[in-house]
């Protein structure tokens, strides 16, 4: 059974940064684009980044320059860098892959607030 195990939430001032990781079990990410999603309060899931097998990224507008996405297969872990966070990042942060093929873990939750 595939399960996504995401960490490395919490409570942020503006400007502050957080990692946020991924683990993967019941699948190797090695063959998989994965991606970070959030989900705002009241909103749908986006999509937020992501990453190739071979290692290329893709950001959103809304966090390129401030995110980056990371992978590291041989544990099985997707990263997630957010730096000079705003109120708008405040959501729960998911991972999957790019197609969401999997069901989702219970997420982190990040909160931007001073």
């Known amino acids: 059974q595939v399960q996504f195990v995401e960490s490395g939430g919490g409570l942020v001032e503006p400007g502050g940064s957080l990692t946020l990781s991924c683990v993967a079990s019941?699948?190797?990410?090695?063959?998989?684009?994965m991606a970070w999603y959030r989900q705002a309060p009241g909103n749908q899931r986006d999509l937020v980044a992501t990453?190739?097998?071979?290692?290329?990224?893709n950001l959103r507008d809304f966090v390129k320059g401030r995110f980056a996405i990371s992978r590291d297969d041989a544990k099985n872990t997707v990263y997630l860098q957010m730096n000079s966070l705003k109120p708008e990042d405040t959501a729960v942060f998911y991972c999957?892959?790019?197609?969401?093929?999997?069901?989702w873990g219970q997420g982190t939750r990040v909160t931007v607030s001073s």
């Open positions: 990453i190739t097998t071979g290692g290329n990224t």
């Open positions: 019941g699948i190797t990410i090695n063959g998989y684009t």
């Open positions: 999957n892959t790019n197609y969401a093929n999997f069901r």
